[in-house]
Every structure is written in C-alpha cells, then in structure tokens.
C-alpha cells in the first residue's frame, strides 16, 4: 500500500476540535475560528506554525 498523505487536522479543524473538547459555545466557537481565519489571511505566505510573538502582535496592532 503507498504511503498515505498526512492526516493531520488543519488549523481550522484544530481550532474547533479545541473549543468543542472545552465546551465552549456555538457563537464563541465561530468567533475564534474566524480570528484563526484573518490571522492566516494577515500572514499569508507563511504557515501559522512558523510563525511568533512578533508576528502576532503585527497581527494584533
């Protein structure tokens, strides 16, 4: 059998699998993936893992 690609989950699945393991709301859960989402879009030639605290507040001021 090949090698089967990465299975991983994707940021934003992570982000839900995170809230919903938390019990957090519904509207909280939209509210934080969303943010996940225009962090990516902000950053977006490099992939969130790589990115740091400085890139954060970039993101955040």
Known sequence: MP???DQSPKLLDQVRQTCRRRQYGYHTEKAYVRWAERFACF???THPHCLNEDDIRAFLY
């Open 3 to 5: 090698d089967a690609p």
């Open 43 to 45: 950053h977006a030639p």
